[in-house]
């Protein structure tokens, strides 16, 4: 049984920065791609960035030279570093981690929300 908790949500100007992290109570085999999803109200949710296995990452667009994703396996702790952010980055945050079978069977967190606006 794994549990994930992010934490590090909240309101921010924009040009603001936060820190997302995502802690796991069982153990999270460091072969397991993990990553950072999103979903603003009435949106589908779309994936923001993941970090697969040999520490290569990949991003969305929209978030690339902005955001940063990193993992510390013996913390079995997640990050999004999130710089320079706009409005449009407004939206629940959720943990993922991926069990190779679908979205709806991988392991998620609970959400928190990022709120940019001046």
């Known amino acids: 049984q794994v549990q994930l908790v992010e934490s590090g949500g909240g309101l921010v100007q924009p040009g603001g920065s936060l820190r997302l992290s995502c802690a796991a109570s069982?153990?999270?085999?460091?072969?397991?791609?993990m990553g950072w999803y999103r979903q603003a109200p009435g949106k589908e949710r779309e994936l923001v960035a993941r970090i697969i296995s040999g520490g290569s990452t990949n991003y969305a667009d929209s978030v690339k030279g902005r955001f940063t994703i990193s993992r510390d396996n013996a913390k079995n702790t997640m990050y999004l570093q999130m710089n320079d952010l706009k409005p449009e980055d407004t939206a629940v945050y959720y943990c993922n981690v991926d069990v190779g079978l679908s979205l709806e069977t991988d392991y998620w967190g609970q959400g928190t929300q990022v709120t940019v606006s001046s």
């Open positions: 069982g153990s999270i085999l460091s072969f397991q791609t």
